[in-house]
């Protein structure tokens, strides 16, 4: 092991002091005894209790998790399809000026997003409530959808496709039977990311909702806007708690893969 | 030899399996493939020999129907390809970056084309085992590509492409990321296995070693045109330009002049105060036209004194020695600055060789050792 300078000692302890600390004093305080944020009075765990009881909160959170699911599966339909056809479609008219524009919505302020579509959903009368959420996430997660995906597509070896059409697929099955089981990992973690966009949304979510739906988020935020309670604390440590676990055992997974991979290829050279 | 009795193409009513007719295609300014008329004949194992960018991936394309011809008609068994997609023909392909698909086993990947063509699940089964026997791969038919070795996975690819029994197998550059000992050995099991089937392949490659070995005839290709198409002795023997000549093999061009001098013969004046050269040609030359002589170096004698015979001497400085274990090339200097290769066995040990550097030697060589070319 490679002792570290002073000064690279430094440097780290203050990068992971200011990212980590704001969370562990929320962790810490969701399991204060006391009511008031800022006065510790003991380690309880009563407020997680207490969260279970509060149906505004637990109906908001299945809100939340239908909306993810739903917006991040549409995202990623379309997001494929879009991705797709920009890498795969040739030279067609206005090609430059659409992978341009898919990556518009990436750079776009969330208020404006929310602000149009708001617009849009009132003029054609669509009564606001969880499917223009929905409508509203599918939007501006698929092109973050479409540009994973796009990635993958560009290294993937095209005569694999040409393979498949050479044995007899028509495209559509070669897309299917081929394309799709290939670079379905970029398309999963595509659909991981919508749905941790969508999970997180504050913004886009309070122009869309309506009153028969509201989000995690948006409850959060407005019950805060009361003051702070350390049942909130609780609910995000639960979150962070759920986040943590998700990406520990995604890039467990995908680095046992890479290994079992790594050995299978030494393995067939050595028998070579 | 096979090739001796194999010769569909010698035979006026021999019908082709596939006939490219003034097949022309263009890549927007580029033009890949320049008028180009070829048959091919069932059963032939047919060498594309090129450098990269003469436009032989692109004819196998066409083939295959990845692309279309811009003009002109490429027929298989006598009917226009040009409407088929490339899944309704009975051609099949060996890719070059072999295109296993990775998330499929050895098994899996073999019978992909059978199931894509609906057929029964035992004859599926019975046809992959063959497959798997043909290239000896029955231990490994669990196996995911990456699990393979290089040359194990070439061979699934042969079996894959082998399993429809298409009536035309396209191979493109098969053996070009195996080392060289492997090489030799795939390219006698290619043939072994294309006899065996009785399939037509037509190979594309830049190895020209590689054309030789398994071809029975070789066309060789430069910026869209065929050079030459002719079997194997021939093109090496009796190339029909400088180009073919100095692509296949290694050779010494001379430049002059000619003049006849009787029954196909012709006298080769082509440096000043230098003898003249004599060589036989069945083309003809005008006085004064310019040509080329082509001589492959191991048609070229080295000795050191002047042999008393021959049609052509002349003398020179060896100026440098290539050793290649069984041969020895030498470098000789003529007087005039010209270099010439001669080549020879290294039937006696190294310590016993009969030249070194910067000793005079003579080089010599008959009327009809070399190929008399006009361009």
Not at chain 1, 16 to 40: C, D, G, H, Q, R
Not at chain 1, 127 to 150: D, K, P, Q, W
Not at chain 2, 30 to 57: H, M, Q, V, W
Not at chain 2, 162 to 189: H, I, N, S
Request: overall charge neutral; hydrophobic content about 45%.
């Amino acid at each position: 092991m490679n002792r570290l300078s002073w000064f690279n000692t430094v440097s780290l302890t203050l990068g992971f002091a200011f990212l980590y600390i704001p969370m562990v004093i929320l962790i810490v305080y969701s399991f204060n005894e006391s009511k008031l944020v800022t006065v510790w009075a003991g380690f309880s765990t009563k407020w997680y209790g207490e969260l279970l009881g509060n149906d505004a909160f637990l109906s908001a959170a299945w809100v939340t998790v239908k909306v993810a699911v739903l917006s991040s599966t549409f995202a990623t339909v379309l997001g494929t399809m879009g991705a797709y056809v920009l890498v795969r479609g040739g030279r067609f008219m206005g090609r430059t000026l659409f992978s341009g524009m898919i990556y518009a919505p990436l750079v776009m302020p969330e208020v404006i997003t929310g602000l149009s579509l708001l617009l849009l959903f009132i003029g054609i009368g669509i009564e606001r409530g969880v499917m223009t959420i929905v409508l509203a996430h599918t939007t501006f997660s698929m092109c973050y959808v479409s540009v994973v995906v796009s990635s993958r597509l560009v290294t993937f070896d095209r005569s694999l496709e040409e393979a498949a059409l050479d044995l007899g697929c028509s495209p559509a099955e070669a897309f299917r039977l081929v394309t799709l089981p290939i670079i379905a990992p970029a398309v999963i973690s595509g659909w991981l990311l919508a749905f941790t966009l969508s999970l997180d949304d504050l913004v886009i979510a309070s122009f869309t909702s309506g009153p028969s739906a509201t989000t995690l988020p948006i409850k959060i935020f407005s019950a805060v806007r009361l003051g702070v309670s350390p049942e909130i604390n609780a609910l995000s440590t639960i979150m962070i708690g759920i986040v943590t676990v998700g990406v520990i055992s995604a890039s467990l997974i995908s680095k046992q893969a890479l290994v079992r991979q790594k050995r299978d290829e030494q393995a067939a050279a050595r028998a070579q | 030899m096979q090739s001796s009795k194999f010769a569909p193409w010698d035979d006026p009513d021999a019908k082709p399996l596939i006939r490219f007719k003034n097949v022309t295609k263009r890549f927007g300014e580029f033009t890949a493939i320049d008028n180009l008329t070829l048959d091919i004949y069932e059963r032939e194992f047919f060498a594309l020999l090129g450098p990269s960018g003469c436009g032989k991936t692109t004819m196998m394309r066409m083939l295959a129907g990845f692309e279309s011809p811009t003009e002109g008609v490429i027929e298989l068994a006598g009917q226009d390809i040009a409407p088929v997609p490339p899944n309704k023909r009975a051609v099949n392909m060996m890719f070059q970056s072999y295109a296993l698909f990775p998330h499929l086993s050895v098994w899996d990947n073999i019978a992909f084309g059978l199931r894509r063509d609906r057929m029964p699940k035992r004859d599926v089964e019975d046809r992959v085992e063959e497959m798997l026997r043909l290239v000896r791969l029955e231990k490994f038919a669990k196996r995911k590509p990456h699990q393979i070795s290089g040359g194990q996975r070439q061979r699934v690819a042969l079996a894959r492409s082998l399993a429809k029994a298409p009536k035309l197998l396209l191979l493109d550059e098969p053996l070009g990321a195996l080392d060289k000992k492997l090489r030799q050995d795939t390219q006698f099991e290619l043939m072994d296995i294309q006899e065996k089937t009785g399939t037509t392949f037509v190979i594309v490659t830049h190895d020209q070693e590689e054309a030789m070995t398994v071809a029975s005839r070789v066309a060789v290709m430069d910026q869209g045109q065929l050079m030459q198409v002719s079997t194997p002795d021939r093109i090496y023997e009796t190339p029909n330009s400088v180009y073919v000549a100095d692509f296949i093999g290694d050779v010494n061009i001379i430049q002059g002049r000619a003049t006849p001098e009787g029954e196909e013969t012709y006298r080769i004046d082509w440096s000043e105060g230098v003898q003249p050269l004599t060589a036989k040609s069945s083309n003809e030359f005008a006085a004064g036209q310019t040509c080329h002589l082509a001589i492959r170096p191991e048609k070229v004698a080295i000795t050191a004194e002047r042999p008393e015979d021959a049609a052509n001497a002349v003398q020179g400085r060896v100026h440098d020695i290539a050793y290649l274990g069984n041969l020895s090339t030498y470098y000789v200097e003529l007087p005039n600055g010209t270099i010439i290769k001669a080549q020879t066995s290294n039937t006696r040990r190294i310590s016993r060789r009969t030249f070194t550097w910067e000793d005079t030697v003579w080089l010599s060589w008959t009327a009809t050792a070399g190929v008399l070319l006009a361009n």
